[in-house]
């Protein structure tokens, strides 16, 4: 079996055997696995791949560019977009080095709500990554397409949750500096609790379905080896890394919200193969359900935002002064890092930098492709989970 | 090769086939009846999903709002769809990429914008790496307003395009598509939409040599899809009256 020893990222092409058949390969801009616009020229002796050359930049927006013009109030839906399959860890990320810099204190309430839809958004970017993941492996007409069509059932019913409480299905905008803007039901309560029963119980019948499967074994197994020490001189956080045997999770290490006052369970995984990351992906979603449920009841009362609301969008001023602060966010460490005294006198910010996971992981495919056949590559891909928009920003 | 809208033919190449041939007309007398019901109920989508968008496309071709029962199956490749849906934000470097796909794609063919991005820009218009509406290169014919739109959104969409095929088919398609127009007060593309009067014709022309890699060396040419043509002689600056504000947002609106 392929390992990562010994696999050179900056082979030179033109010094390889000149009799072998070789062939380039552009997997993307426009590839229905790629997960958005994401561009991988591969070069093929025969059918293994012996370079990969990642190539970013056909989602570029210039968000940060953007950041800069608006004020912090303004930037909170923005921010939405970057990571588009779990929206509410952008805002929060950028709420969270706000509020580090103002010195703002968040009320309890607002605490419990931030992590309640914290894990429930790791709940439903899982869901969806798994049912996308179904497909990269099966094709839409190979049989992929029932693990797709049931985690898109069971994620609906965690986008209406939110829908009930902000009234978008993504890109809610519900965070604010200070605290948040919509406030939790009773009915929420009680749609949640049954949501969770249910996805719970699904989530068994997944594991079933690919681990009685001799050929999702066969395609993830000992496939895309990423050693733990890569890992960590990569940048890569989050599931990743927890799959390559890196056991850090910022929820236990450098607790935010309420995490300190929880136990969050976090699960590790030696092999670092494809197989191991969707075991540890699983095991999260199984973790944010037993969190969401642990501190569903005891969500205090009281106010949710925790200063006075402003009625202009250039209310909240950072004159000067730098912070950063980080969130793991469901592909690993989100952070934002925002230096004030922009426009305005310090509506905006002067420079703000966000620090996404997306990017780290997409880096790492120069070490993971080569040797690997080109319908493996898509499975590494896959299990990768970049999302272009935090990739590009 | 210029695209233009207004030229495009609808006529089914197999219809002019079938009518020529004697008796066969007699035949099949609702041929053209059973054409149209056949292109208005099997499109074919072909998802130019870049962003967020393309997640809810994925939403809307799953489960709880299931495209396929109207007969619309998502495929990967261009050259067997009748139908782009462009989802989420077209940047400067994937503009090119979408106007060859969208060459490739087999007429009749039809071209769904969805979201804000696809249709103006939303407020990435100004940045320097977007592209303010794809209907600066490639013709739209349905605009599907939101951030992003609701599955049941693009679903509505794609049954106002059933009904635009047909009206098109029975020449009875008395109004243009609306379109959304962009309001005074903010930026106005570089280069004109493809319904803008004032656009040089040449610039489609350009824009199809460009994006199939013609004329401007192997390299696709990327400034070429966002800027305007270098004119010897200034072009005459067209009348600055505002758009009519009564049609301008019922298609945008929420």
Redesign the interface.
């Known amino acids: 079996m392929h390992s990562v020893t010994g696999v050179d990222p900056h082979l030179d092409i033109e010094s390889y055997d000149p009799s072998a058949d070789l062939m380039v390969l552009n997997l993307g801009?426009?590839?229905?696995s790629t997960h958005?616009?994401f561009r991988v020229k591969l070069y093929l002796d025969g059918e293994i791949i012996i370079k990969a050359v990642p190539y970013a930049?056909?989602?570029?927006?210039?968000v940060e560019?953007?950041c800069e013009e608006l004020t912090f109030v303004q930037v909170i839906p923005?921010v939405d977009?970057n990571d588009?399959?779990s929206p509410m860890m952008n805002e929060q990320a950028i709420a969270m080095a706000c509020e580090a810099m103002l010195g703002i204190e968040v009320p309890p309430r607002a605490l419990y709500l931030r992590t309640i839809f914290a894990e429930l958004q790791r709940l439903a970017s899982h869901l969806?990554w798994l049912?996308?993941f179904g497909m990269d492996l099966g094709g839409?007409l190979g049989g992929g397409a029932s693990l797709?069509?049931?985690c898109?059932?069971e994620?609906?019913t965690v986008?209406g949750l939110f829908e009930e409480v902000t009234g978008c299905?993504?890109?809610y905008n519900t965070h604010a500096v200070g605290g948040n803007r919509h406030d939790i039901t009773p009915r929420f309560t009680q749609d949640t609790k049954a949501t969770l029963e249910v996805i719970e119980k699904r989530i068994d019948e997944y594991v079933e379905i690919f681990s009685s499967n001799g050929i999702y074994r066969d395609r993830t197994w000992g496939i895309g080896v990423l050693d733990g020490e890569l890992a960590s001189s990569l940048g890569i956080t989050g599931p990743l890394a927890r799959a390559s045997g890196v056991d850090h999770d910022l929820r236990r290490d450098a607790p935010y919200h309420i995490y300190g006052e929880l136990e969050v369970n976090v699960f590790t995984e030696s092999a670092g193969d494809c197989f191991a990351r969707t075991l540890v992906r699983l095991n999260e979603m199984r973790e944010s359900i037993r969190i969401v449920r642990e501190i569903i009841d005891s969500v205090p009362e009281g106010p949710i935002l925790g200063m006075k609301p402003g009625k202009s969008p250039g209310h909240i001023k950072i004159d000067a002064g730098q912070g950063y602060s980080c969130l793991e966010s469901p592909r690993g460490e989100l952070g934002t890092y925002v230096i004030g005294g922009g426009n305005s006198r310090g509506a905006s910010a002067y420079r703000l930098k966000i620090r996404s996971p997306s990017l780290h992981a997409a880096s790492c495919i120069p070490y993971l492709f080569p040797g690997h056949t080109v319908s493996d590559a898509v499975a590494i891909l896959g299990t990768l989970d970049p999302i272009?928009?935090e990739v590009d920003r | 090769m210029a695209v233009d809208e207004t030229q495009r033919t609808y006529d089914h190449p197999l219809y002019q086939h079938v009518e020529r041939m004697p008796g066969l007309s007699v035949a099949l007398g609702n041929i053209d009846q059973l054409l149209t019901w056949g292109s208005a109920n099997s499109l074919w989508i072909f998802?130019?999903?870049?962003?967020?968008c393309?997640?809810?496309f994925?939403?809307a071709a799953?489960?709880?709002v299931d495209l396929d029962r109207m007969g619309s199956i998502?495929r990967?490749t261009p050259r067997q769809c009748d139908v782009m849906v462009v989802a989420?934000?077209i940047?400067v470097?994937?503009a090119p990429?979408v106007k060859k796909?969208w060459e490739q794609m087999p007429e009749p063919k039809w071209c769904v914008a969805m979201g804000s991005c696809a249709i103006s820009g939303d407020?990435?218009r100004d940045?320097?790496?977007?592209i303010p509406g794809i209907d600066t290169f490639i013709p739209v014919d349905v605009y599907v307003p939101g951030?992003?739109p609701?599955p049941e959104a693009l679903m509505h969409g794609l049954l106002r395009l059933q009904e635009k095929i047909r009206m098109l088919r029975e020449g009875k398609l008395t109004r243009e598509e609306l379109r959304p127009e962009s309001p005074p007060n903010l930026n106005r593309p570089a280069i004109g939409r493809l319904h803008d009067p004032e656009r040089d014709p040449l610039t489609s022309e350009e824009q199809t040599d460009s994006a199939a890699g013609l004329g401007f060396g192997d390299n696709l040419n990327l400034a070429r899809i966002r800027r305007p043509r270098p004119t010897a002689e200034p072009r005459p600056q067209p009348g600055a009256e505002p758009q009519p504000a009564a049609d301008s947002d019922e298609e945008s609106a929420p």
């Open positions: 801009p426009q590839h229905p958005g616009v930049g056909y989602l570029h927006r210039g560019k953007l923005i977009k588009y399959v969806l049912g996308t839409a797709f069509m049931y898109f059932r994620r609906e986008l299905r993504f890109h272009m928009g | 998802p130019m999903a870049t962003s967020c393309g997640i809810e994925m939403a799953a489960s709880a998502p990967g989420g934000t940047t470097k994937m990429r796909l407020f990435y940045i320097y790496s977007v951030c992003p609701n």
